[in-house]
């Protein structure tokens, strides 16, 4: 028996191998503790490394980031990494990230080239800041990561010694002092939460103290903060001028703060001047100060007067809690709303005030500054101040009023009564006496009340002299949550005023209107919170306008409309669609009206006709949805309507169809809509040129219906690729046409369809119609004449319309203001319906003013408003001879506008015009030499007797070119500082001169004034005058002098008087200054002296003051007139001296406002400005149009070449937006005996023909050869070779050979430059021999790095180089190779096929016609092809019959033996897998062949990598993926490699390299070491990467042993090719994929009948299920999958295993039980 005795001690040894056991598991478990915490102290002061996907998380979601970049074996890069590690804790501490990254790819992003380099990101900033200085520093490190510059918007930690430098160096200091921060982590003082808080709230005013000038800081000291004796903390100290002041209020209350530091900060300045402020500072005053007076002011004398009194009442300001500041930023001043300097405005919580008195009288100015504090009055604000009111206030009431009006003096006495109370709940109420302003919110009748809440208006419709009514209706819209109702006008507003807003439209009698408003008020809150203004309207002719169905939503995204469809009573899913569109990026869909509108409103818009029930058409929007963004970055609407009539109003038959309509003007798309690149490089590109549309016959007939002017090309059928057939060079012709229609205001198109020709008489083809208002009047003319052409379409009666006023826009208008004497304009906005109505009562006197001889047009140009100062608008003006008058009265009534216009008309020319301030500002825009008679309404006799005498002088002033008015309107005299009246001031190119003498004396002003024109033609300047001048002037010139009564400067006076006439016609006024500091400055130490400034430079004339012809030369001399860093502008004048005096000068032509590509044009040529100049040809532009057609020109920009003596100009006909072309254009022209074509050797010749999309032809020539014809060598070699005829015979030859072909090549250069092929030349013959060429001379065409030679060249004719040169051009020829060529092809090219021919060869040519229809295709799949003619090689590959097509695969040959006749069967052998693939060897590919590899192949892996960025590394993975090739190839795994990494983006592939596995267009992105081959081949064939979900996975025959190695239970479906049957069982068994995936069974399919024999399988289809490779084959139904799946289950889980559970299971039963017993035997014995 088994004792106790002996279980103890069997017990106590467990025990003890147990207890040994638990030791070492303790001991193992202490080091690996040790391990990790020595591990951890290891780690701390270690910058962590990150990754590129890591960066951008640290970026976007930490607050402060410093990045340190790093590349291997970078010494400087270890350095520094060793140093900044010792201050990684210091950084935590401030709450900075600190992080290192080594990636190249991602460090060129931020422009990162050169290593180490330290960058610091804060979270929401445009960029990182880098740091410059020394990475090993610390200090220097340490101080860039704390100062002020890197954190912007925090307050910055200082410390004691920073704080110190900081005060002594900065004028206003606020610091915030806190308990440090060790005393806070040990006693957990509760001043540290205080400080905390404080500091959070402070931060919000941060970025206002910096505008302000004031630096804040905050600091952790406790020592310091005793030695200030603050008690308590935090505190705030304000250093101002390093005296200290400390804030006793609340630090939690930023405002508060705020405004104390500005209030103590302008209480610290020592002088007593008005504080100046900029823009941005301006704006945090008015939004952080409670009572502020600004003054705008500018340089004016007005200006610095009123300046000088209110500077007296500064102080006074202050100590009544008005902070006084000035600021003359002129932005500023016209983002508030201020039109006339200087100019008041009082700002009270930020609603402004303007001051209408005198600023020169400063207790004026006090009193109504003090009367503002206390006074209970609504402000008076200007348009301007009301939008920005409208913008910036959530709750704000304003009233339009007429201050002429009884009424509505009568109601803003009651309003007033309100102003308090609705500034207790938080109402600005404001007041505006604008009626044009009124007008746009549709307001016809003052006074008006209207309330906005963020910024959505609603007009008060009550009695608005019952005040408590009003206040009522006020306080109860700031209380309920109600959709806004609006007006027509209030919609346009907040339409354009607004990016997201939501429309109801409804019917206020319609029961289903009311209760769908009931269900969405419900929402409006939710639409407010997301930014989502939501107004409805009842509009009956609004909702026409749009073609709607009352009760309709539009949702108004940039002001394009979206329809909701759905239901509008349930308003949880308007609300999901209203959200959705906001933050949904999608092609809008529109109705036909809103398409008109759009249309109508918008110049560029892109409309997509679709069918939204066909498939294809919603496959071909998803894909342009990609190029939405685009298209709005271009400025073009696009937009989709599913409008089957709409569609054929276009006469549109087969959608989808693309349309992009420019100003009005349809064109069609012709691609195809499903290349999205495509459609958008058509969209900008009609965007972004001028041609003539062409359209379909219903588009035509829209046209005609909806343009004034519209003529039209009837070209008839036309074949668009014979380039000279008569209806293509006549549209060539009608092309350069149409700048000039387009000033005219026609439209011009054209069109090949006869039906609307027919309808209106049009007989022959081709014709040209010109439409007006739908009229048409045929040209008889020469349609090959484009001059008589424009002349007929321009033509006064073609163009004029009866009964209506025509149209114009700012150059035709200028053009017809030069030409008739009487023209009266109505200056207007389209999109103003008050400018419609008024224009509807004008022309009913249109007939009227016609037979008075007035020409009668209206002009809406938005360049009118920069041209003519006319605000507000509608405005009508009577121009008399140029001379404007504004009429005064209502514009409605048009039958006393016809009484003032025969008036004016009738008015004898003798008296002087009466003008107001507005006329008078128009009149010194337009005309050069004005006489202004200033007078007061109260002046009587003696005004009147002085107006009669000047009146007797009219005439003649006028006969001397000086136009005299009169006006009592004195405010621009107040701009002079002019205070006593009468006075007379004569205006020359806008700058004044005061007539100081008796204004009785009519003989003494008329001398005065003719002196002034033609003599004293010089006005004087102050410094001002001066500073303004410089800056704004093209050209200026000044003559310092003395006094007047110094004999020098009184004789250079009259000498610069008498050319003064001469210089202005050249564009340089001058001017006068007697400043001898100024002159100083400027390098006059002598009076009288002369400068010229140009653009702000200076030129100091250094020759005789006697001589005025001498001063004449100088101002305008050419090289004193050029600037060589821009291409100058001149005008006719000085264009004909530089001609004159210039050997070499090239002319700009263009238009600042004619011509879309003219400044862009400008900016490539202003590249080649500075090398033009340094090879003596100068360079200018000209905007003179008329000058321009003198010289040949018919369309702008225009590019000419003038020679001294030469009469005509030579016209550049190339790409002016190239260049490097024009120079080499330059230097021929320049020199015509040179050779135009550049000589270009070696190396940079290589580069040229390697570059992509590069089209080169290449002269190769023996330069011993051509240099024969050289004058030196010719008559040195004549010398040696006198005895020797035959040599010189032979030199002869060669030197006409090369002088031959010269000619001809440069007779061909030119024609095809402008078709983008660059011709060059080389003697490099041993560059020539690399590329196979070793026959000389020999003209080659490199397109895309592959060459093709020209046969024959010693007997080619131009037009035959030509052809063959723009047939390579256009890709329709295969090129044609030498042998060393190939040779060298076959070293570079990976993929090339070469046709082997002979001649004569007829079945050659034949074929050959044939292949080159897949030439396109063939590039398109990384293949190159080409031919050659040499049957010698073609033996060596044993071709000896021919034509023959041979395939190399880097260098190994394949003969295609199919029909060659049959392109596209060749086109499928040569991009078929299997002639592709090579042995040993992973194809590289390009993005078309892998785009078709991912389609097609089910099992294709892709080694992405970059060949320009990757060395050896990339090469290391290539060996490893390489020895993997051949495997993976027997799994059936096609495996590829793609050396760009553009085309791996397109994949969504962003680092590389990459390996990628894409399983039927999926792809999988390997992790692992691509170092590692068993890694890479083990993942390939991994169930992971194989299987995909829902499918049943195709295998080959290793790929499925394999699969049954590495599986317990596989379901293999074997069937075979051109079965049906198989295929719909398939389809079944799919939908068993995933049970069965649940059953752990893996289900694949083969299609391989020989292997299915090897498992007994011999009709297919059929199934077998592997049970570890142990077959079972199923009997049954294979279409029923159920039955399958359960025969599949019970498979799964056999009797034999449960046999075998059930046996251990009772066997370890039968253990236990015998283990019991042997113990309790055992215990008891």
């Not at 005096?1141 to 700009?1148: F, G, S």
């Not at 190239?1218 to 010749?1245: C, F, H, Q, Y």
């Not at 892998?1490 to 192949?1497: G, I, P």
């Amino acid at each position: 028996m088994f004792g106790r005795e002996k279980f103890d001690n069997l017990v106590r040894k467990m025990d003890s191998h147990v207890l040994l056991v638990v030791s070492l598991g303790i001991l193992l478990t202490l080091l690996l503790t040790g391990h990790t915490t020595n591990g951890a102290s290891k780690s701390e002061g270690v910058i962590e490394d990150i990754n590129a996907r890591q960066l951008n998380k640290f970026i976007q979601e930490k607050d402060n980031t410093v990045i340190f970049w790093y590349t291997k074996n970078c010494k400087p890069c270890d350095s520094a990494l060793q140093q900044l590690e010792k201050i990684d804790d210091k950084t935590d501490q401030l709450g900075i990230e600190f992080a290192k990254i080594n990636d190249k790819r991602v460090a060129k992003t931020y422009n990162i080239v050169d290593f180490p380099v330290l960058t610091y990101f804060r979270k929401g900033s445009s960029g990182p800041v880098t740091f410059t200085g020394d990475l090993e520093n610390l200090e220097a490190v340490e101080e860039f990561l704390t100062s002020l510059q890197s954190s912007p918007d925090r307050i910055e930690e200082v410390n004691e010694k920073h704080l110190k430098k900081l005060v002594a160096e900065t004028n206003f200091v606020a610091v915030l002092f806190c308990p440090s921060i060790s005393t806070c982590k040990e006693k957990n003082r509760p001043d540290c939460k205080k400080c905390e808080k404080a500091l959070r709230e402070l931060e919000n005013i941060d970025d206002e103290a910096d505008e302000l000038g004031i630096a804040f800081v905050k600091i952790h000291d406790d020592e310091l903060a005793d030695e200030y004796n603050l008690k308590t903390l935090p505190a705030l100290v304000y250093y101002r001028g390093q005296i200290p002041i400390v804030f006793d209020g609340d630090l939690t209350k930023e405002e508060q703060v705020l405004e104390w530091l500005i209030q103590n900060k302008s209480m610290g300045d020592e002088d007593e001047e008005i504080e100046a402020v900029s823009a941005k500072a301006l704006e945090t005053l008015i939004d952080s100060i409670e009572k502020l007076a600004v003054l705008f002011f500018d340089n004016s004398p007005l200006s610095a007067s009123s300046l000088k009194e209110l500077e007296h009442i500064d102080d006074d300001c202050g100590r009544n809690g008005i902070e006084f500041v000035k600021t003359d930023d002129k932005k500023a001043a016209k983002q508030h709303g201020i039109d006339d300097l200087p100019t008041l405005v009082y700002y009270e919580n930020r609603v402004p005030n303007v001051y209408d008195g005198d600023l020169r009288n400063e207790e004026q100015v006090l009193g109504w500054l003090l009367h503002q504090l206390q006074a209970d009055e609504i402000e008076d604000v200007t348009d301007v101040m009301l939008d920005r009111l409208i913008l910036e206030s959530k709750y704000l009431a304003v009233l339009f009023y007429s201050e002429d009006q009884k009424e509505s003096r009568e109601v803003l006495v009651e309003l007033e009564n309100i102003d308090d109370e609705c500034d207790a709940k938080g109402i600005n109420f404001v007041k505006i006496d604008d009626l044009a302003e009124a007008a746009e919110y549709g307001i016809d009748n003052t006074p008006q009340l209207v309330y906005f809440e963020n910024s959505i208006p609603s007009m008060y419709e009550g009695n608005l002299m019952k005040e408590e009514d009003v206040l009522t209706w006020l306080i109860q819209q700031t209380e309920t949550d109600e959709i806004e109702d609006v007006t027509d006008e209030m919609l346009e507003k907040l339409i354009n005023n607004n990016r997201e807003i939501a429309v109801l439209f409804y019917d206020k009698d319609q029961r289903k209107s009311q209760k769908i408003i009931q269900e969405l008020e419900q929402i409006d809150q939710e639409c407010d919170k997301h930014g989502i203004i939501f107004v409805k309207i009842s509009d009956e002719g609004k909702v026409k306008e749009l073609g709607l169905q009352v009760p309709a939503l539009i949702y108004f995204e940039s002001k394009v409309p979206h329809l909701f469809e759905g239901d509008l009573s349930d308003e949880d899913s308007v609300l999901k669609w209203l959200l959705h569109q906001l933050h949904a990026d999608e092609i809008e869909e529109v109705t036909d009206e809103m398409l008109d509108q759009l249309i109508e409103k918008n110049p560029y818009v892109a409309a997509l006709f679709y069918d939204k029930d066909d498939k294809q058409d919603l496959k071909i929007l998803s894909s342009l949805e990609n190029i939405d963004d685009e298209c709005d970055s271009h400025g073009i609407l696009f937009v989709k309507i599913d409008d089957d009539n709409e569609a054929k109003e276009y006469g549109l038959e087969n959608l989808p169809v693309l349309i992009y309509f420019e100003n009005k003007v349809p064109s069609i798309y012709e691609g195809d809509l499903s290349v999205e690149e495509n459609v958008l490089k058509w969209l900008v590109e009609q965007r972004n040129t001028d041609t003539i549309e062409e359209v379909t016959d219903e588009m035509l007939e829209k046209l005609v219906n909806t343009h004034t002017y519209v003529a039209v090309y009837f070209s008839g059928p036309c074949d668009e690729s014979d380039a000279e057939s008569s209806c293509t060079s006549i549209l060539a012709e009608l092309e350069s046409l149409d700048d000039d229609t387009d000033e005219a205001g026609i439209q011009m198109v054209t069109t090949e369809e006869e039906i609307f020709g027919k309808k209106i008489g049009v007989k022959s083809y081709p014709s040209l119609v010109m439409f007006r208002n739908s009229d048409p009047l045929f040209f008889k003319g020469s349609l090959t004449d484009e001059d008589e052409m424009l002349a007929w379409l321009t033509d006064e009666t073609t163009l004029e319309l009866p009964d209506r006023i025509e149209e114009v826009n700012l150059k035709m208008l200028q053009r017809l203001l030069d030409q008739q004497e009487h023209v009266v304009v109505f200056f207007y906005n389209a999109e103003d319906k008050k400018s419609q109505k008024i224009l509807q009562q004008l022309e009913n006197i249109d007939d009227e003013a016609d037979n008075e001889g007035m020409a009668f047009v209206k002009i809406s140009d938005s360049d009118m408003l920069r041209e003519y100062d006319l605000n507000p608008l509608p405005a009508l003006v009577y121009f008399r001879a140029k001379f404007p008058r504004i009429y005064p009265g209502d514009m409605h009534k048009e039958s006393n506008v016809l009484q003032w216009l025969l008036q004016l008309k009738k008015t004898p020319t003798d008296l002087i015009e009466e003008v107001d301030r507005r006329t008078l500002r128009m009149l010194l825009d337009e005309m050069d030499h004005v006489g202004v008679f200033f007078y007061e309404d109260t002046c009587t006799k003696l005004c009147v007797d002085i107006l009669h005498d000047l009146e007797t002088i009219d005439d003649e002033a006028e006969e001397e070119g000086i136009q005299m008015v009169k006006t009592t309107d004195l405010t621009v005299a107040e701009e002079l500082s002019i205070k006593e009246f009468p006075t007379l001031v004569y205006y020359q190119g806008g700058i004044p001169s005061l007539f100081k003498g008796d204004l009785e004396n009519q003989e003494e002003v008329y001398a005065w004034l003719v002196y002034q024109r033609h003599f004293e033609a010089l006005p004087e300047l102050t410094r001002s005058d001066l500073d303004d001048l410089i800056g704004d002037s093209d050209y200026l010139s000044v003559l310092f002098f003395s006094n007047y009564s110094d004999t020098a400067s009184a004789r250079a006076l009259r000498r610069a008087c008498i050319i003064a006439e001469d210089a202005a016609e050249f564009g340089i006024p001058i001017a006068k200054m007697g400043d001898p500091i100024i002159a100083k400055k400027y390098g006059v130490r002598d009076l009288p002296g002369l400068i010229l400034f140009r653009r702000g430079r200076h030129i100091k004339y250094d020759e005789s003051m006697e001589d005025e012809e001498e001063m004449l030369d100088f101002l305008t001399a050419p090289e004193n007139m050029i600037l060589n860093d821009q291409i100058e502008v001149v005008n006719s004048k000085m264009l004909a001296r530089m001609r004159d005096m210039t050997e070499h000068l090239l002319v700009l032509f263009f238009s600042e406002t004619e011509c879309k590509q003219c400044e862009r044009v400008v900016t490539a040529l202003e590249e080649i400005d500075d090398d033009a100049a340094e090879i003596g040809v100068n360079f200018v532009r000209i905007d003179d149009w008329s000058l321009a057609k003198s010289f040949g020109v018919h369309a702008l920009p225009a590019l000419l070449y003038f020679r001294l003596g030469s009469d005509e100009p030579v016209i550049y006909a190339g790409d002016l937006r190239a260049p490097s072309k024009i120079l080499e254009w330059i230097m021929m022209r320049k020199d015509p005996t040179g050779v135009a074509m550049a000589e270009v050797n070696g190396e940079a010749l290589d580069d040229l023909i390697k570059l992509e999309d590069s089209a080169i032809v290449v002269y190769f020539y023996n330069k011993s050869h051509c240099s024969a014809c050289e004058p030196e060598k010719h008559s040195r070699k004549r010398k040696q070779t006198d005895e020797d005829p035959e040599v010189e015979a032979n030199r002869l030859l060669l030197c006409t050979q090369c002088t031959n072909i010269m000619i001809k090549l440069e007779n061909v250069d030119d024609e095809v430059a402008r078709r983008g092929v660059t011709f060059l030349r080389t003697g490099d013959l041993s560059f020539a021999s690399t590329q196979g060429v070793n026959e000389y001379p020999a003209l080659v065409y490199f397109g895309n790095g592959v060459a093709s030679v020209y046969e024959n060249l010693v007997d080619a004719e131009e037009d035959d180089i030509r052809h063959w040169i723009m047939e390579h051009k256009t890709d329709e020829r295969i090129e044609m190779v030498t042998r060393g060529m190939l040779d060298q092809l076959l070293i570079d090219v990976h993929y090339l096929a070469v046709f082997f021919y002979k001649q004569p060869c007829r079945a050659c040519d034949t074929i050959l016609m044939e292949l080159e229809k897949i030439d396109d295709d063939c590039d398109m799949y990384g293949i190159s092809m080409v031919k050659i003619n040499d049957p010698a090689l073609a033996k060596r590959y044993g071709i000896t019959s021919f034509p023959a097509l041979l395939f190399f695969r880097n260098g190994n040959p394949l003969l295609f033996e199919g029909d060659m006749k049959d392109e596209e069967s060749v086109l499928e052998w040569l991009t078929d897998d299997n002639n592709r693939e090579l042995d040993d060897e992973i194809e590289s590919v390009n993005q078309k062949m892998l785009e078709r590899l991912v389609d097609k192949s089910p099992f294709l892996a892709v080694f992405f990598y970059d060949d320009s960025d990757c060395g050896d590394e990339c090469e290391g993975m290539l060996a490893s993926l390489e020895t993997v090739d051949d495997e993976a190839d027997e799994f059936g795994i096609d495996m590829v490699k793609v050396p760009e990494g553009e085309v791996a983006q397109d994949f969504g592939i962003m680092s590389l390299p990459t390996l990628a596995y894409f399983r039927r267009g999926t792809a999988l992105i390997f992790e692992g070491d691509l170092l590692d081959p068993n890694q890479i081949i083990a993942w390939l064939t991994s169930n992971e990467a194989f299987q995909l979900p829902g499918e049943i996975e195709e295998v080959n025959r290793r790929m499925l042993e394999k699969l049954l190695d590495d599986n317990d239970y596989v379901c293999v479906y074997f069937y075979e090719e051109d079965c049906t049957k198989c295929e719909e069982i398939l389809l079944e068994l799919e939908r068993i994929d995933s049970e069965t995936d649940n059953l752990d069974i893996l289900f694949v399919r083969i299609k391989d009948a020989k292997y299915a024999k090897k498992w007994g399988v011999s009709k297919l289809p059929a199934i077998v299920y592997f049970r570890r490779k142990f077959p079972s084959i199923y009997r049954g139904d294979l279409a029923d999958e159920l039955v399958i799946l359960d025969w599949l289950q019970k498979n799964r889980y056999k009797q034999p295993e449960l046999n075998l559970f059930m046996f251990s299971l009772a066997s370890l039963s039968l253990a236990f039980i015998i283990y019991t017993v042997f113990i309790l035997v055992c215990l008891k014995d």
